[in-house]
């Protein structure tokens, strides 16, 4: 019995120890699958890389500041066409909506009652100059006779009374002439500035100036413009200040500033204006004054009634420094901007705001100069525990057109689970 046993023992022992190496081989191979996949699909428990943010170092410089208030366009001057004459209206002389010069021809008046009125101030002007010299011969006459005794002095009084009574119906029947002839003008209409005109009032057969002086037509001159724009009373008195300090750009003239107007699709218009101290008004109410700027307008670009932004050019300040408008995080409490250490951390920093200049803030207080200013990231940032240090990359301006970056991280994703069912098709055999 013991020498059958051994013998048996020995003829099994090579076939276990194949079936044992493979149980240990199917063991190790899953494992070897239930093992945690690291970062980017590759197997093994390696630490999660930082992750990048574009970044923007400040740099201190000097920079042009530019206040920009809304404003409003309006005509320099404006001229209503009235009729001054009445009559029934013969003629409209002009094109609608086009420039027209001073004293040019717009409108005619039917001229008939004005030229009958006209003729009969002339026969009562010649009536009374002949009576004036019928006058005055009577009482030349009498002038000797009185002093000879041959007329009472009562009827020499009464000539003399006589010649003044006509020559004062002569100068009158003049002046009724010369109103007549100014009344007889009135019946062409003419343009009492030169500008851009409207459409017309009226139509041709209509009755006009009777009893009121019928508004015909509006004249506008555009050439200047004039902008008008609200500021409070406060910064008024600071631009004034800096006006007279030498801070803003200056135009023509001592008490001028330069501005700049932008127009409703955000182009800049091309002709730079002036700011007028001159026409100042406080109102009651808000606190608001308004100010006038005066912008030329040659080619008639500019339309009374539009709305514009207007940019005071101010001088250039010290050690301000810009960044993007998206790194930038304005609320009711403040401007703040993202700043990285130099061991990635993220910090909150407050700044103060000046103005925007070519899409970027102006920032003239918060910020040191090297300090490294987060751009953009901050949705990688939201899935990230708090406190996640960052790798900072220079953040580089988007190309308006840019080619989109190939899918590098997705085919290896891709591919990692690939390997994961092989050892379960093991495992169930």
């Not at 009464?158 to 010649?163: F, G, I, L, W």
């Not at 509006?218 to 008024?236: E, H, K, L």
């Not at 008195?237 to 006006?243: D, G, P, Q, V």
Request: aromatic fraction near 4%; charge should be positive; hydrophobic fraction near 45%.
């Amino acid at each position: 019995m013991p020498l059958l046993h051994v013998s048996r023992q020995s003829s099994f022992s090579p076939r276990l120890a194949i079936v044992a190496a493979a149980v240990v081989l199917v063991l190790a191979a899953c494992s070897k699958g239930d093992a945690p996949a690291g970062p980017g699909g590759a197997a093994g428990g390696g630490a999660r890389p930082a992750p990048e943010v574009g970044v923007v170092v400040a740099t201190p410089t000097d920079v042009g500041l530019v206040t920009e208030l809304p404003g409003r366009l309006e005509a320099s001057r404006v001229a209503q066409v009235r009729a001054r004459a009445s009559g029934i209206l013969l003629k409209r002389e002009f094109r609608e909506g086009s420039d027209v010069k001073a004293g040019q021809l717009l409108f005619r008046i039917d001229p008939a009652p004005l030229v009958a009125a006209a003729q009969n101030a002339r026969a009562t002007l010649a009536r009374a100059e002949a009576n004036a010299v019928q006058a005055k011969a009577l009482a030349d006459r009498y002038k000797p006779l009185v002093e000879a005794n041959a007329v009472s002095k009562q009827e020499y009084a009464t000539a003399v009374a006589s010649q003044k009574t006509a020559e004062a119906d002569v100068a009158a029947g003049r002046a009724a002439v010369q109103t007549a002839k100014i009344n007889l003008g009135y019946a062409d209409v003419t343009s009492p500035i030169s500008g851009r005109i409207g459409r017309a009032l009226v139509t041709e057969g209509a009755l006009v100036g009777q009893g009121d002086a019928t508004e015909l037509a509006v004249v506008q001159q555009i050439n200047p413009v004039y902008v008008n724009f609200t500021q409070s009373a406060s910064d008024v008195l600071k631009l004034r200040r800096a006006l007279a300090a030498g801070q803003y750009k200056r135009a023509s003239g001592e008490e001028a500033a330069s501005v700049n107007v932008v127009l409703e699709d955000g182009t800049d218009y091309a002709l730079p204006g002036k700011l007028l101290f001159s026409d100042l008004t406080v109102d009651s109410t808000t606190g608001q004054v308004t100010l006038r700027a005066e912008v030329p307008n040659p080619k008639g670009e500019l339309l009374p009634g539009l709305y514009v932004r207007v940019r005071l050019e101010q001088a250039q300040a010290s050690n301000a420094i810009t960044i993007p408008q998206q790194a930038v995080t304005r609320t009711q409490q403040g401007d703040t901007v993202s700043v990285v250490s130099a061991d990635g951390k993220i910090s909150q920093r407050t700044v103060k705001i000046s103005a925007a200049k070519d899409n970027q803030w102006v920032v003239l207080d918060g910020l040191k100069a090297g300090e490294q200013v987060m751009v953009d990231g901050f949705q990688k940032l939201q899935m990230m525990p708090p406190g996640t240090p960052v790798k900072a990359v220079p953040w580089k301006k988007p190309a308006p057109n840019g080619a989109a970056q190939p899918a590098a991280p997705a085919a290896s994703a891709a591919a990692a689970p690939a390997s994961g069912p092989a050892p379960a098709t093991a495992e169930k055999k």
